[in-house]
Nanobody
C-alpha cells in the first residue's frame, strides 16, 4: 500500500524559509511525479509545484516561481520543497501527492495524498 507522509511545516516570520519533506513508501519512488498543493482556510486546494520522477522536469505555480524550489532524492524516497521569502499569504496546509502521470497539475491527476502539514507565516 502506497503511503505519502509530509513533514517540516511550522511557523515562520515573513521573509523566512521552511523546507517541507515528503516521503513515499510501498512502491518504487521514481515511478511517481511528486506534487505539492496548498489549501488556505475557505479556499480550494491549489497547485504549487511538481517534479517528475527523474527529477529533470519541474513546474511551478506563478506564486511559487523564484521562491519555491523542488528537489527529490530517489535513493531516499523523499521529495523536498524549499520555500524562501515566505509571505503572509503562503499560510496554508501544504499537501504532498504522488501521480503516475508524467506531468500533473490538477488535483484529480494525483493518486496518493499525504495528510498535510501546516505552514503559518506571521509575526
Amino acid at each position: 500500500q502506497v503511503q505519502v507522509i509530509e513533514s517540516g511545516g511550522g511557523m515562520v516570520q515573513p521573509g523566512g524559509s521552511l523546507r517541507l519533506s515528503c516521503a513515499l513508501s510501498g512502491d518504487t519512488f521514481s515511478k511517481y511525479t511528486m506534487g505539492w498543493f496548498r489549501q488556505a482556510p475557505g479556499k480550494e486546494r491549489e497547485f504549487a509545484a511538481y517534479i517528475s520522477g527523474t527529477g529533470y522536469t519541474t513546474s511551478y505555480a506563478s506564486f511559487a516561481k523564484g521562491r519555491f524550489t523542488l528537489s527529490r532524492d530517489n535513493t531516499g524516497n523523499t521529495a523536498y520543497l524549499q520555500m524562501n521569502n515566505l509571505k503572509l499569504e503562503d499560510t496554508a496546509v501544504y499537501y504532498c501527492a504522488a501521480s503516475l502521470k508524467i506531468a500533473a497539475l490538477d488535483v484529480a491527476e494525483y493518486d496518493y495524498w499525504g495528510q498535510g502539514t501546516q505552514v503559518t507565516v506571521g509575526s
